[in-house]
Each structure stands twice: as C-alpha cells, then as structure tokens.
C-alpha cells in the first residue's frame, strides 16, 4: 500500500518532544523522510530511534531557531541533500511567563518574540525557494486560540502567535497564485504537552489528549488539498 507521503521531504521545528515529535513520527510512518530540529541533541535522537524502530526514515538537525545563521546554513543542507522541501511544520515555541500586561518583563517579551515570531519568519524566508520547489510545498504553523481570542493574562503569548497567524497568512496569500505552495493555521487546542502543564500546573494531564490526536489531525490535513488561509482546530 502506498503511504500518503512516499518521496516526501518534510521539517518539523520543536520536533524534540510533544506535538512536534509526535507529528515527526506520524509523517514518517506515513512515508515521508523527516527533518527534526529543536536544541537539544539527545531528545532528537530519541525521536529518530523511535523513528527508525518503526521503519521510517529521519535526519536530526539540533539548532537554535533564534540563531538565523544556523537556519540558513539548514536550508543550504537540505538545498544540497534533497533540493526540495515538501512540507513544513512550524511548531516550536516558548509560553513565556502568564502576567498581566503591565507587568509583562521587557527581556523575556524580547526573547518570546524573538522565537515565536522572527525566527518563524527567518525559516519561511530561508525556506521559500524550496518549498516553491515542491511540487506541492504545505506550510503549517501552529498557533493557539489565545492569538485570535485575547485572554487576560496571555498577552505575551497571544500577541505573539496573533503575529504569527498574521506572518504566515500573508506569505500564503503572496505565493498562492506564483507556486503550489499552500498554508495553514492549525490550534492543538487542549493537548498534554509540557507547555500546557506549565500553564494549567493543576490540571490531571488524563483530561486531555495526546499529542499524537493532533499529529494525526496534521497528517490527515496535509495528505488532502486545503485552500490556503485554512484553520484547523483539533477537537478533543
């Protein structure tokens, strides 16, 4: 049987653990060869053995995404290696510190924003010429539904995904009539991540989905055609 995603090039950012890792080795079972990136080595290759235990296919690429040069130096491997890139997965992300807006800490807003926003920016621009290579590049970018519903408290991390709804809304319109690539926005919604126990300490992490119910969700996106400008949310 044909898996939905034979021949396919795919980079997943904060593939180390949680959504990222999850939709990395969905993509993989499904065919595609995965490109996982996040800081921290030793947690990749756990990823990529798991990978490779189920029979796919993987390539780890530790790195700093606030580090442009590294981005780029990413993109001319991946240009060299394979010349392509199918899909695109932007995932990786810092929750900062919950306050009120007054209070919000200058540096640490500077360094949220300086992943959650211009490094996604960087990767876009770093990867454009090769998802426009594809023949038919998908970016997904996952959000939260505090970026287009203001929630007291959040201001830091929904200014900053509102930001990257609206980056990634804009380059899908620019490209969607000069190539096939093509862009979605997709909120996890409630997901037991590290993140979400970070925010909800008190929660019973039972209470919410896995992580790979989303990757699943993310797979099953990619696999059909969507129109760019697409919002997923993931129930559950």
Not at 188 to 206: F, I, L, Q, V
Request: glycine share 8%; charged share 20%; proline share 3%.
């Amino acid at each position: 049987m044909t898996k939905a995603f034979a021949g396919k090039i795919a980079l997943v950012t904060g593939a180390s653990r949680g959504i990222g890792a999850a939709t990395a080795t969905a993509l993989a079972a499904q065919g595609a060869h995965v490109i996982l990136t996040a800081r921290t080595a030793k947690h990749l290759e756990a990823v990529e053995d798991a990978i490779f235990n189920a029979g796919g296919n993987a390539t780890i690429a530790p790195l700093d995404l606030t580090d442009g040069d590294s981005i780029a130096r990413l993109a001319v491997a991946v240009t060299e290696r394979w010349g392509k890139l199918d899909i695109l997965v932007l995932n990786a992300a810092m929750l900062g510190t919950l306050s009120p807006v007054p209070a919000i800490d200058g540096a640490e807003f500077a360094r949220l924003f300086t992943l959650n926003v211009t490094a996604q920016q960087v990767m876009i621009a770093s990867f454009d010429a090769l998802l426009r290579k594809s023949e038919a590049g998908r970016l997904v970018a996952l959000t939260s539904s505090v970026g287009a519903n203001p929630r007291a408290f959040w201001g830091a991390y929904g200014a900053s995904k509102a930001a990257l709804e609206n980056l990634v809304e804009c380059y899908g319109d620019e490209v969607k009539n000069l190539s096939q690539v093509r862009t979605a926005i997709v909120d996890p919604g409630r997901t037991r991540t590290k993140m979400r126990a970070s925010a909800y300490p008190g929660e019973d992490p039972s209470t919410v989905k896995e992580p790979s119910v989303v990757a699943d969700a993310i797979c099953a996106l990619l696999a059909n055609e969507f129109t760019t400008g697409h919002r997923l949310v993931v129930e559950g």
